[in-house]
Structures are given as C-alpha cells and as structure tokens.
C-alpha cells in the first residue's frame, strides 16, 4: 500500500513548467539556450514633466521580453547613454535566467561600481530580467521571491497645510479616503514653516535675499502643528514628517526630542547622508521612529544603520540601489535586525519601478509602508498592468513577471525635452546664501 501511494504521488505531481519542459526538450535536441537577443531603451515623458527611462530586454525566444526601469530626472541623458552605449553591447548575448550572476557582473565591470547612474543601469536590467523569468515560470516576480507575506501593500499618503487648522483638515480627507499612513508637510515645500521670507532678516550687503532657512524656526515651528493635530483627531493616523536633510546634528535632535511626545510613524531624512554617525545619538536621546536612505548610492551604506539598529525604517528607490535583486537582499537584512522597509516610489517615479517596489514588500516579512504615486488616466493607458491604490493599499495586476506592460507606441507619442538647467534639484539656503542639503 504504501509503494502504491507513493508511485501514485508521483504520477499525481505537478508536471513541468512550460519554460522548464521546453528547457529539457531544447537541451534534449540540442538546440542553443536561451539569451538576450537585443536590448532598447525607451524613453518618454508620459504627456507630462516626466524623463522615465525603461529598459526593454528581448531574448531569443519569439515574443518573450522583459521591461525595468531606470528613472533619473535629474541626470537623464547620463543614464541613456550608460544604457545604450555601455550596458547594452556587454548584456548581448548573456543568459538571462542568471540574475544573480548578471547583477555581480555587470556591478563589477564599471570598476567603480555603485553610484546612482550605475545603480540605475543595474536596476533596469535587473527588473527586465526579472519580469523575463516571471513569464516564463508563468507567475508573478513576488511569487518567486516566496510568496505574498501580506494581503497588500500598504502605503502613506502625502497632505500639506499652511496653517494648523488646514493641517488638520488635510489628514482628516486623507483618512476619509481610506488612508492611515499620512505624511504631513507644513507651508510651502520641504522646510515649510521654517523660512525667512525674501528680503526679511539680517542679510549680508549684496547678498542672497530669496527665501531663508532657518533651523531654530523650523525646530519651533513644526511640533507645534502635529501637536495640534494630535489634539484634534487623535492617535488613530500613523504621522508622517519629511525634515529633508535640513538640520544640523544638535537641532537634528533636539527636534527629535521634541516629536517624541506625538507618537510618530516615523520622522524621514532627519540627517543627511554625510551625518549619519549622529543618528547614534538621537537614538540615545529619544525614541521618536527614524526613516533614512533614499539618496545612498551603495548598499554598504546601509549595513551599520541596519546592523546596530540605529533607525527604524529604510527608506531606497528600488531602481536607486539596483532593482530588486538588492532590494530583497537589504529588506532581508532589515528583517533579521528588526527593522523595516518604507521604499522611497514618490514624486517623479514610474509605474514599472513602482511596481517592483511591490513584488519585493509583499514578499518581506520587514515590510512597513511604501510611499503612494498616483499617475493621471493617461499614463494607465500607457502603462497596461499598473499599480492600483485603494484605501490606503496597493494592488498589481496579478499578472506573470512584473505584471506591467508599455504602449510603445503610445508613449513615443510624447519624447522626452532637455531641461532648461540642465535638470538640476533645486536647493534652498540660508539667510547667509549657505546652500542647505537637500
């Protein structure tokens, strides 16, 4: 009985996938393997004030192609030009089922590896290969990263007020619209409720006189808002505050400090890269929930503030640090120390990479929040498969590999322009005309 059940299991397995079976049939005539055929990039500006770049894999198998992103708006045609005169002739040819291998390679053979441009020519290969072994295992890329770990993705929404009771008005739409992750911003831009106004303060002759930051107004000017909020609706929203690398060490946590009564998600970008030895010190001064790491250009950058758990949530842009294969490698780290993930997929970002952030939360145990993106009608028509975000959560298509597709056609409809400054990120300064990082 027990010989029959078992060669009866083994006739009731699961046969092959096609992409397996026709692996085995192909190596049984000896027919060459599977490789990359030709690699384009795409590029389009969505009918918008958009530079997406996309990487299009193609292999030797009729029909089967693989897309990745590799979104920089502020040096564009760097990355066009790393992809098309530099990535592509090396990736002609290679196997595409070795990602891993493709990723170390390709990371390696620049020498000076890391670096956002070469981050994003790595992440867009890698996201298109990705999507290509999705497809042919016929399920999407999260199911070969183990699984879904969560029913969906949830995200923060972004509101703003420019005065307290606007404040409150602000979060109280978000959470009628189904959200409970809510970043709230005060005034006008990042640092809003901490400038001077133009030609006001104590300016140096012939000096700078547009708008001034100041982090002592900042510091007192941002807790009271939240404070109010707070008293107003409660501790039912999850806040959200962006500093944006706008403070220096000492006031970096002395506003800490005093955000720690208001309960906070997490309080993003307190310091700048260049400053994150201080992040040990606002860890001993108080436990307000820290976020960092959208602008890093290498992973290792990541590893001390992980591994002593110096902050509480990371933040990185898939296509940023290298597409998913890297992404799931530093989410796994950030579960082994307790930390969790807050992937950056805001503001000028596209959909594929949005999408790539979501196979690599749904599959981790260390997911937290993702940022929300909404996109206007035309791009979901330019973009078939997109992401959809419902009461606060977002949902892919279901679909094999990546689950997103582009209307070629349609998104050549609307090329790309050369920026005016040359896509330069603007920067604010200080009444001294100091510039503040960004």
């Known amino acids: 009985m027990q010989r029959r059940a078992f060669f009866q299991s ?24 599977l ?19 996309f990487l299009k894999i193609l292999t030797s198998e009729p029909g089967l192609y693989g897309i990745g992103s590799a979104n920089d708006h502020y040096q564009t045609a760097a990355v066009i030009s790393a992809l098309e005169k530099s990535l592509k002739p090396w990736l002609i040819g290679k196997d595409p089922d070795r990602i891993e291998d493709l990723w170390q390679s390709a990371n390696f053979r620049t020498y000076w590896r890391g670096g956002p441009i070469n981050n994003k020519a790595l992440a ?10 999705g497809k042919r295992a016929g399920m999407p890329v999260y199911e070969m990263l183990g699984g879904r770990a969560h029913d969906a993705v949830a995200c923060y929404d972004h509101v703003s007020g420019r005065s307290k009771e606007s404040a409150v ?99 993003e970008d307190l310091l700048s890269p ?28 990541y590893y001390p503030l992980i591994a002593e758990r110096l902050v509480d949530f990371i933040r990185t842009r898939v296509t940023a640090i290298g597409g998913i294969t890297q ?12 930390v ?8 000028e970002n596209d959909p594929v990479n949005q999408l790539a952030a979501h196979h690599v939360d749904i599959s981790s145990s260390a997911f937290g929040i993702q940022e929300e ?49 040359g896509g330069a990120y603007g920067t604010d300064r200080k009444v001294d005309g100091t510039v503040v990082t960004p």
């Open 124 to 133: 867009a290969m890698d996201e298109a290969l990705w999507d290509i072994k």
């Open 373 to 421: 993106n909404h996109f206007p009608p035309q791009v979901h028509e330019m973009f078939p498969g997109i992401a959809e975000i419902r009461k606060g959560y977002m949902y892919g298509s279901g679909r094999p590999g990546l689950g997103i597709d582009i209307n070629e056609a349609m998104a050549a409809k609307f090329p790309i322009t050369e920026p005016r400054n």
């Open 169 to 267: 008005e602000a979060v109280s739409r978000s959470m009628e619209s189904g959200y409970r992750h809510i970043r709230l911003q005060y005034g006008e831009g990042y640092g809003g409720g901490g400038f001077i106004p133009p030609n006001q303060g104590n300016r140096a002759e012939g000096g700078y006189q547009g708008r001034a930051f100041d982090e002592d107004l900042y510091v007192e000017s941002i807790p009271p808002v939240f404070e109010y909020v707070r008293s107003k609706i409660g501790f039912e929203p999850k806040l959200i505050h962006d500093v944006h690398s706008h403070l220096s060490a000492s006031n970096a946590i002395l506003f800490a400090k005093k955000m720690e009564p208001i309960h906070m998600y997490f309080v």
């Open 327 to 338: 992404a799931k490698k530093i989410a796994t780290l950030c579960e082994a120390f307790g």
């Open 274 to 301: 260049e400053r994150l030895a201080w992040y040990r010190e606002v860890r001993k001064a108080c436990a307000t929930p820290q976020a960092v790491g959208e602008v890093f250009s290498n992973t290792a950058e």
């Open 340 to 347: 969790k993930t807050a992937f950056q997929e805001g503001g």
């Open 10 to 33: 083994i006739l009731a397995a699961p046969a092959l996938s096609a992409a397996a079976a026709q692996d085995v049939s192909d190596r049984q005539k000896g027919l060459p393997p």
């Open 35 to 53: 490789t990359i055929k030709d690699v384009q990039v795409i590029t389009t500006s969505a009918g918008g004030n958009y530079r997406w770049v």
